[in-house]
């Protein structure tokens, strides 16, 4: 679904660097959510925002903080990346009765 | 805490067969339950989904039934393709809250 993108697809860091994975989205909802994705365990919310000013921690926020710089804009940074930390990261969106979500396509993420 | 138990974790079929795939949830307030297809390297997809009010759903060779009593639901794909292949996730969620709680995914093959 291309309106929900994320970038960059693929990042390689090293252990103690800080990181930014962004999402974008184009669908006009007012909600926005971080999952990380390892493999045997699904997917997993690390932070969730019903609008700007509402930014709440979901079930493995340790490590990791957002922003949600517009309702269209939400960001997910690694204030010091570890090697567990290596996983696919999804960022997705709903509408404000918050049923469906629509994922982005992903980011790579691999700390050395 | 809030689970999604999903079994079988592996699932292997010759096409034209049918799969099925279960979903245990532990939350009795789950009112929503929708089911993802991730191919390979790709986002979770929705493919279908279920509301509490409804015991079952279909979507041409897609079907999903819920039990809301045992507190389960079950995905059922009649005449599999081999592009069926992917991982299936089932997700529990309750209406006007944020949470979707995920099972661990299925790996479907469907064998030509």
């Known amino acids: 679904d291309a309106d929900v993108t994320q970038t960059p697809r693929n990042r390689i860091t090293k252990t103690g660097k800080r990181i930014m994975l962004e999402c974008s989205q184009t669908?006009?909802?007012?909600?926005m959510y971080w999952y990380r994705q390892d493999p045997g365990l699904g997917l997993q919310l690390i932070y969730y925002?019903?609008?700007?000013?509402?930014?709440n921690k979901g079930e493995i926020s340790d490590g990791y903080s957002v922003s949600r710089q517009a309702q269209a804009k939400f960001s997910l940074s690694l204030e010091s990346a570890i090697p567990n930390q290596t996983a696919l990261y999804f960022c997705?969106?709903?509408?404000?009765?918050?049923?469906?979500?629509?994922f982005g396509p992903g980011t790579r993420l691999l700390v050395l | 805490g809030e689970n999604v138990e999903q079994h079988p974790s592996t699932l292997s079929v010759q096409e034209g067969d049918s799969a099925v795939i279960k979903c245990t949830y532990s939350?009795?307030?789950?009112?929503?339950f929708p089911w993802y297809k991730q191919e390979l390297g790709k986002r979770p997809q929705l493919i279908i989904d279920?509301?509490?009010?409804?015991g079952e759903k279909k979507d041409q060779r897609i079907a999903v039934t819920l039990n809301k009593t045992a507190k389960h639901f079950s995905l059922h794909i009649t005449e599999t393709q081999p592009e069926d292949s992917a991982v299936y996730f089932c997700?529990?969620?309750?209406?006007?809250?944020?949470?979707?709680?995920f099972g661990t995914g299925t790996r479907l093959k469907v064998l030509a």
């Open positions: 997700a529990a969620s309750t209406s006007g809250t944020y949470k979707y709680i």
């Open positions: 279920i509301r509490s009010n409804v």
């Open positions: 939350d009795s307030a789950s009112n929503y």
């Open positions: 997705a969106t709903s509408t404000r009765r918050g049923e469906t979500q629509y």
């Open positions: 669908k006009g909802h007012d909600r």
């Open positions: 925002s019903f609008d700007v000013k509402d930014i």
